[in-house]
């Protein structure tokens, strides 16, 4: 084979890769699209505005309880601590709103594609880097304190509106966006499930007594106050609980692994209404 | 008949070759054979199901209790229990194994067709 | 047009990029053929209804289970679904092996059973 033909065959090849790699995928927009499109015809008397209520939109037992529930909310003793945490100046005497100008009402502007460090930055992850600016220890991600304060910056950001970017003239943001939907689709542990094994067709269906909540609305309301675990909760632990439940071992709570998954899974969910924190069996 | 008689009879009938070429062929197998395998094959189990574990997690597949049957044999090796221990780090390795492929296997993973048909 | 575009790209593809996918070979593998289906279908009763074992009952409707889950079809009239009790086997084995998109855990490839509790809980689905 002369040395011109095998470069052109080369080049086939490599086109034929690309191509195979996903040249003909859709946009994230397009994905956002169809993703919403379909949980709407999967559930057309569900009003667009009550996704965000999770298995509770679909589940009208499970509602009534919930209702109840939410009289008198156990997430409040959470609210309160934040508060004060939020208004706790630090050692040097800074606090938190000399890092975030905007708080706390800051929930809808995170997760977010950071340029400069080239990664995405959740929430919890922010609050931890204005911390460690300020010669504070980091807290730790799943319980505790983390999940105060952002129960308190969840209250004040009500009714913000989801509205993920991602930069189209950075292409490591499209690529964190591409893992974080890898990681969603694939199926993973002894059990081999992905998460839209659970929370997409099989959605309002029962696994033993739960109803499984539709993958629409999973940004909304975070953190949460779960029964089961009698306390409050970040996003991140619940990944971790799913993939368990799943027998994978969990990743670290804001793990690349974890934040590209929330960076996909909350890009999915633009346009749905903040509304955490939030109450859930 | 025991081994050592087979191999006695084997010897008295000249058959030489053939010994080499059985103890060659058996000595992979003394593990999974003796009875009472000694602690030297259950950590070579338990260090194997370990590099298993690993390879998994390289690639994002290791399983929940992988991790935590590995420790399981380690202690029963320390207790003396090898074959118990042997049987576990087996198990363990085969996780670690089925971890790796299926997450080999789900690297491109993608929206369902029911939701995003990409043959369009 | 943006859909005639990706039309195209998609035949292009679909030459081009199938030596890719020839390369990525998925190992189809029921059962082994030496495992004897022979198991107690009263052991095999408990093994489907216990939690941490086959846990059937998670999303299964049988006969006598409590608080059934709704994601598989009823497990009834067995007999008249499956040409061969080995046929049935498979099914529990991988379910991804007869429907690639299957939300069933592999009982057998992934150990999940041991080879004693799925030929017994193989046996008590059969008398279903």
Known sequence: MTTARSTFMLAVLLVGLMLAGGAFAATPAEEQAAFQAYFKQRFPNVPEDEFKNGAYAIDPVGRENWEAIEEFPPYETAISKGETLWNTPFANGRGYADCFADGPAIAAQYPRWDRERGMVVTLPLALNDCRQANDEAPLKYVKGPIADLVAYIAYESRGQITQVEIPADDPRALAAYEQGKRFYFARRGQLNFSCAHCHFANSGARLRSEVLSPALGHTTHWPVYRSDWGEMGTLHRRFAGCNEQVRAKAFKPQSEAYRNLEYFLTYLNNGQELNGPGARK | MTEDSIIASRLKRGFRNSLILGLLAVLPLGAAWSETPDQSQALASIEAAEAARQRADSVGGEWRDTATMIEQAKTLAADGRYAAAIELANDAKRQGELGYDQALGEQHADFPAYVLDRSR | ?128
């Open chain 3, 1 to 128: 047009m943006p859909s005639t575009r990706f039309h195209r790209l998609h035949r292009l593809a679909l030459v081009l990029g199938l030596s890719v996918s020839i390369t990525t070979p998925l190992l189809a593998a029921g059962p082994p053929d030496d495992l004897v289906l022979d198991g107690d279908p009263e052991v095999g009763r408990l093994v489907a209804n216990d939690r941490a074992k086959g846990n059937c009952v998670a999303c299964h409707i049988m006969a006598d289970a409590e608080g059934p889950g709704s994601l598989g079809p009823v497990l009834i009239a067995i007999q008249t679904r499956f040409p061969s009790k080995r046929e049935l086997a498979s099914q529990i084995w991988d379910a991804t092996l007869k429907n690639p998109e299957a939300v069933m855990p592999p009982f057998g490839k992934h150990a999940i059973l041991t080879q004693q509790e799925f030929v017994d809980v193989v046996e008590y689905i059969w008398t279903l």
